[in-house]
Nanobody
Framework: QVQLVESGGGSVQAGGSLRLSCVASGYTYSGTCKGWFRQAPGKEREGVAVIYTSGGSTNYADSVKGRFTISQDNAKNTLYLQMNSLKPEDTAIYYC?????????????????????????WGQGTQVTVSS
């Protein structure tokens, strides 16, 4: 079992920054990858960014490219999401997720609701609110 706990959400004005953290505990094997997803009111959950254990390569949603940066500190078992130049449309609950790497990659690229919901492990979410 893997437990994920997010923190760092809050309320900021447009143009501001936040850094989200996700601490993982429990057993994770080398083929586990992690990512950030978000869900705005009335919308489906969507992928924001993922990071792959092999080489640390990353992938971002087009809407956040150039503004958000995903990273991880393996020594601290912590995943981060640095969010800069925030926009009101970034307002959502942000979730950390972990899964077998191919599963996570497919869910992210396909943006399939079913594949996203089937990811193995989820945190409880942290609210990010961006005001104009």
């Amino acid at each position: 079992q893997v437990q994920l706990v997010e923190s760092g959400g809050g309320s900021v004005q447009a143009g501001g920054s936040l850094r989200l953290s996700c601490v993982a505990s429990g057993y994770t094997y080398s083929g586990t990858c992690k990512g950030w997803f978000r869900q705005a009111p009335g919308k489906e959950r969507e992928g924001v960014a993922v990071i792959y254990t092999s080489g640390g390569s990353t992938n971002y949603a087009d809407s956040v490219k150039g503004r958000f940066t995903i990273s991880q500190d393996n020594a601290k078992n912590t995943l981060y999401l640095q969010m800069n130049s925030l926009k009101p449309e970034d307002t959502a609950i942000y979730y950390c997720a972990a899964a077998h790497c191919p599963q996570l990659a497919l869910a992210f690229v396909s943006a399939s609701k079913e594949l996203i919901e089937a990811l193995s492990y989820w945190g409880q979410g942290t609210q990010v609110t961006v005001s104009s």
